[in-house]
């Protein structure tokens, strides 16, 4: 009988025990990266690109919101596939057409003008993976372009960026965050400080709903904190 006793207080001591592990478990904190993780409203994962005597293109693939507007709230992801030009010297009236290889598929078709910056682009609304073989042919120049895919060769990946970022401003998340949501919104961009596709950033941007922004541009291959 006294081993039964024992027994049983062993087996209701564990019990216990176990209860408090996953009391306490179900009270921690949720991490940073996981909190916002969750309010993406733009990643760009990689980077293809070419640069003529009469232009330059990118191409960049990710995923940003359908809505997409910087007020701190984040909504549903769609894929998109970038392809920009800027010429150096445009004066055509008409938009100039494009044929888009990218391996065996092909797209086909005309550009749109962007006022802000006197580029065109045209959105595939599809991701491309850095393996990829990017070829684009401008119909008005008669001109075939070789994309090259400058992401394919960086130590960082715009997921590292992202939890160099939360790292950074784990405080500033926290106080942004009510019942393991964030009040804001993130954005992970590629930047580079020159036209000759030099030296690229991940430049990390948080919009909270309050107003507040966070940035930061970190280097692709070290990971190092260019700017605050």
Request: charged letters at 20%.
């Given at each position: 009988?006294?081993?039964l006793?024992?027994?049983?207080?062993?087996?209701?001591?564990?019990?216990?025990?176990m209860?408090?592990?996953?009391?306490l478990?179900?009270?921690?904190k949720?991490?940073?990266?996981?909190?916002?993780?969750?309010?993406?409203?733009?990643?760009?994962?990689?980077?293809?690109?070419?640069?003529?005597?009469?232009?330059s293109?990118?191409?960049?693939?990710?995923?940003?919101?359908?809505n997409?507007?910087?007020?701190?709230?984040?909504?549903?992801?769609?894929?998109f596939?970038?392809?920009?030009?800027?010429?150096?010297?445009?004066?055509?009236?008409?938009?100039?057409?494009?044929?888009?290889?990218?391996?065996?598929?092909?797209?086909?078709?005309?550009?749109?003008?962007?006022?802000?910056d006197n580029?065109?682009?045209?959105?595939?609304?599809?991701?491309?993976n850095?393996?990829?073989?990017i070829?684009?042919?401008?119909?008005?120049?008669?001109?075939?372009?070789?994309?090259?895919?400058?992401?394919?060769?960086?130590?960082?990946?715009?997921?590292?960026?992202?939890?160099?970022?939360t790292?950074?401003?784990?405080?500033?998340?926290?106080?942004?965050?009510?019942?393991?949501?964030?009040?804001?919104?993130?954005?992970?961009?590629?930047?580079?400080?020159?036209?000759?596709?030099?030296n690229?950033?991940?430049?990390?941007?948080?919009?909270c709903?309050?107003?507040d922004?966070?940035?930061?541009?970190?280097?692709?291959?070290?990971?190092?904190?260019?700017?605050?």
């Amino acid at each position: 009988m006294k081993k039964l006793k024992i027994i049983k207080k062993l087996i209701l001591s564990f019990v216990l025990l176990m209860l408090a592990i996953f009391a306490l478990s179900g009270c921690s904190k949720v991490k940073p990266q996981e909190i916002s993780r969750s309010v993406l409203s733009e990643y760009r994962k990689n980077l293809f690109a070419a640069k003529t005597n009469f232009c330059s293109i990118t191409f960049t693939s990710g995923q940003r919101e359908e809505n997409y507007i910087m007020d701190g709230t984040n909504t549903k992801l769609v894929d998109f596939g970038v392809l920009t030009v800027k010429f150096n010297n445009y004066i055509s009236s008409s938009l100039p057409k494009f044929e888009l290889k990218i391996n065996k598929d092909l797209y086909a078709g005309e550009f749109e003008h962007n006022p802000y910056d006197n580029s065109f682009v045209y959105d595939i609304q599809k991701q491309v993976n850095n393996t990829d073989i990017i070829s684009v042919y401008l119909v008005d120049f008669d001109q075939e372009i070789l994309l090259q895919c400058f992401s394919n060769g960086w130590k960082i990946n715009y997921k590292d960026a992202h939890n160099i970022f939360t790292q950074k401003y784990k405080t500033e998340i926290v106080s942004n965050t009510v019942n393991n949501l964030l009040n804001g919104e993130i954005y992970i961009k590629i930047v580079s400080e020159d036209k000759e596709f030099k030296n690229f950033y991940w430049y990390v941007l948080l919009v909270c709903q309050n107003g507040d922004m966070y940035a930061s541009l970190i280097d692709v291959n070290t990971g190092e904190i260019l700017q605050n």
